[in-house]
């Protein structure tokens, strides 16, 4: 027995919508018997016929449990508990927002400090060993 707060009708409705099927679309595929005019009358209903709710679901290819079990109001809190500003934090889930332009002038930076202590090494290498040679021809 359908839960109480679940409104079939409405629910096809919804499923109807998200798929991008319009009502002429849906009574199409149903057959003969089926008009814009009922589709609008059945998505009013609480409570559909089971063995309609069976030819609406395989005409709208979802399993008959999807309109008989969503809840809208269900679904919102869901979605608005967990998905929230601040749920990414609650959840532990980091969010990074590089900019690549910053990246690469970070990374220029870090390599031309890498080359300038590089060039400053072999200028303090460069002393040391004309100092040595200096030394040597002073003992020669």
């Known amino acids: 027995m359908p839960n109480n707060h679940i409104h079939e009708g409405r629910n096809i409705k919804r499923f109807r919508e998200m798929l991008g099927i319009k009502q ?10 089926w008009n814009q005019q009922k589709i609008s009358l059945l998505e009013q209903k609480e409570t559909v016929d089971p063995a309609i709710l069976q ?3 395989t005409a ?4 008959v449990e999807a309109i008989q079990n969503f809840d809208e109001e269900a ?5 608005s508990c967990n998905f929230s500003d601040n749920a990414m ?3 532990r ?3 990074f927002n590089n900019n690549p332009i910053e990246e690469l002038k970070k ?6 400090a890498l080359y300038e202590r590089m060039l400053k090494e072999k200028d303090e ?5 004309e100092k040595l040679i200096g030394e040597v021809k002073n003992n020669i």
């Open 107 to 112: 990374l220029h930076e870090e390599k031309m």
């Open 55 to 57: 030819i609406v679901s």
């Open 125 to 129: 290498m460069m002393a040391r060993l």
């Open 60 to 63: 709208l290819k979802i399993p």
């Open 75 to 79: 679904a919102v809190n869901l979605i």
């Open 89 to 91: 934090f609650n959840n």
């Open 93 to 95: 889930i980091e969010v």
């Open 24 to 33: 002429d679309a849906l009574a199409a595929d149903l057959g003969d018997d």
